[in-house]
């Protein structure tokens, strides 16, 4: 931890150092540059202001090479500007690198960039820094028609300046921004108030906020439509000092923090304000509540708190540990309880009554129920698991929690990517408890862990990670932190968690891709056997209606041999070539070319010679028996006329065809 802290002393003073050097205001943007250079003073310089210096690029490397001389330019080789007054202030060690004389180049004249609001006016002027500040003044005479005698340039970083003097030893960065004043011009009302409003809302605000004990100034740029609410929101992540215990100066009378910074009344385009830690009275007492907490504060280097003799309040009251019955506290969770949702609700009702509503979200049940919140769903869904161990006999407690876990940065991190449970170790039965669910859930180490943390070292913030095997603490937070080095820590959890769940992911996806592979095949395997045995169904019923058919066909083939047979035998005898009696001799062409002969007695019906055709397979039924000329169908005569009498006598050629 102190290696931490003297690395972040470090860049602090390497910020003041680059802002001094470059004339960047906005800690931001001059944060930005820095981490793009990875902290190195003289690269960032060289990468803002390279042409201004006179510094080659190709001999960077040299130059880096005595990053570590610090003190003030030869008259030979001019480079960045001094500090201005405004960063001087922030830190003492603000001096430029020295450059070596062999880096020079001929410097070319410097060109400012102004920024100058006036009314409803934006005008940009481009002067050479040799310039003075008349010049300006001249240029904005012809843009904005307004006489020189009547016009006041504000904005600049060291107050009032007259037109006399000369803008390089100004110290100006190479972008600026002003504004006009013309007090003794009245503004024509030329548009409505609605109009003017709404005007008001689409301009930027430059809010100059004076930190008082950090002894620090903010520029700050808000658009007209941000409210005053959302502007302390915002300087209470610059300054630590959370919006209740905010106390401001330069606000109009009739602001609100619902109101937007164009209907505040305030000025534009600047306005100057003061914030500072709201002090409460000694031994005084809220009469709405049991005990008013006081609130303490971490100096500016973020280590020690401030001390409480400067509100004339005791040490043990400062921490909630005073004897008074007066200022005696519900506990957080009570002894022995058996139903853990309950001691969560009792704890969370508890905390919000303490220390407002704005705190993490607790999760309300047990911790098994948390873990499997954060843990267990898709790797997409799963969070970190924060455990807050609060006990109310360390002087902490209130620290922490009003100042770190109310925090809105906190708050709102916590919201976003953790699932925060809470627990309360007063009492020794509640610890015991604690120690038993996490020998369960996370192993004897961590419960082994959290034994040997003392009283006064609590509260704690156990940072849990997920695995596919255990869950692993990444951190465990102590009490005596602040606001940022929290963050850190839990930003720092978070890229470890992120780095594991984008593998998680990763896992998941493939395993998921292969599941849906299998799923695919078997689908398509089970379609396959289910086509297979369709088709065999299908062969089978084909199968059965052929024998079916088949069966049938025989049975009607036998029918027809059958009767055939009987006909066969039913015939008369052929009669003899040399008979007493007229013989008729009959071929018959049969569809396949064969010929039928047979004689027959001319006395013979018809319906011998239909049932002769017949057993030989072609019934009469299906069959006719045509003449060949003229052409007769004999099938349509009566079978009991005789063949003399049909005229089939002494013989007659016929033909058989099937009927349609």
Partial sequence: MASDSESNMDREIILADFQACTGIDDIAEAITLLELNNWDLVAAINGVIPQENGILQSNLSSVASQANIYGPHSQAAPAAPPAAPAASSSSSSAFCPALPSRHIVERQPRMLNFRVEYRQRTVEVVIEEGSVVGEIKQILETELQVPVTKMQLKGWKSGDVSDSIVLQSLHLPKNNSLYVLTPDITPTASTSQNSVLQESLNQNFLLVISHREAQRDYNLNFPGSRTIQEVKRNVSDLTNIPVRHQQ???????????????????????????????????????????????????????????????????????FGMGTSTGCRKAPLMPENTENEVDALLHLTAEFTT???????????????????????????????????LHNDESVLGNVFCSQ???????????????????????????????????????????????????????????????????????????????????????????????????????????????????REQDEAYQLSLEADRKKREAQEREQAEQLRLQQIQKEADDEKEAIRLSLEHALPPEPAEEGGEPISKLRIRTPSGEFLVRRFLGSTKLQVLFDFVASKGYPWEDFKLLTTFPRRNITQLDPASSLLEAKLFPQETLFLEAKE
């Avoid at 009344?265 to 005084?284: E, F, K, M, Q």
């Avoid at 049940?365 to 698991?385: C, I, M, N, P, V």
């Avoid at 596919?468 to 850190?488: A, F, K, P």
């Fill in 404 to 518: 770190m876990m109310c925090a809105d940065s906190i708050v709102s991190y916590l919201s976003q990517n953790f699932i925060t449970w809470a627990w309360d170790v007063t009492k020794e039965a509640n610890k015991a408890r604690l120690l038993t669910m996490c020998t369960r859930h996370f192993g004897s180490v961590v419960a082994q862990t959290i034994r040997t943390y003392k009283t006064d070292q609590f509260p704690l913030l156990l940072i849990v990670m997920g695995k596919r095997t255990s869950n692993e603490v990444l951190n465990v937070i102590q009490g005596n932190t602040t606001v940022d080095e929290l963050m850190m820590r839990l930003m720092g959890a978070m890229e470890i968690f992120t780095a594991q769940q984008q593998e998680d992911i990763k896992d998941e996806d493939e395993r998921e891709a292969r599941e849906m592979v299998k």
């Fill in 354 to 388: 303490r220390y407002g509503e704005c705190h993490p979200v607790f999760f309300i049940g047990t911790l098994e129920a948390a873990s499997q919140e954060a843990f267990y769903g898709k790797a997409r869904d799963r969070k970190l698991l924060a455990i807050y």
């Fill in 248 to 318: 401001w100066e330069g606000w109009p009378a009739s602001a609100s923090d619902s109101m937007t910074l164009a209907a505040s009344g305030i000025s534009y385009p600047c306005h100057h304000l003061g914030v500072c830690r709201r002090s409460s009275p000694a031994n005084t007492q809220e009469p709405t509540e049991e005990c008013a907490d006081v609130h303490m504060v971490s100096d500016s280097e973020g280590d020690d708190f401030e001390d409480a003799s400067e509100f004339g309040v005791d040490e043990s009251e400062m």
